[in-house]
């Protein structure tokens, strides 16, 4: 088995000091970026008897949006 964990990509708030956990990962995958992730998590599944993809942008419902995206693609 094999995981993939995706935080986001908020580099304005990633190593900003003083901000919580929620801020840090606030974020939400584009269209784009998702597609961008396909081929990676393909290879990946093709590599391995089980993948387990993992969104950590856990602010509001963000990895919960974006893991039902991908799982459209």
């Known amino acids: 088995m094999s995981g993939l ?3 986001g990509r908020n580099k304005e708030t990633w190593e900003k000091p003083g901000i919580t956990t929620a801020e840090r990962f606030n974020y939400l995958y584009s269209d784009d970026e998702l597609k ?4 990676r998590v393909k290879n990946l599944a093709s590599r391995t008897r089980q993948l387990h993809v993992l969104f950590n942008n856990c602010y ?3 990895a919960v949006i974006n893991a039902r995206q991908l799982m459209l693609d």
């Open 60 to 62: 509001g419902d963000k």
């Open 36 to 39: 961008e992730l396909v081929p």
């Open 5 to 7: 964990r995706l935080h």
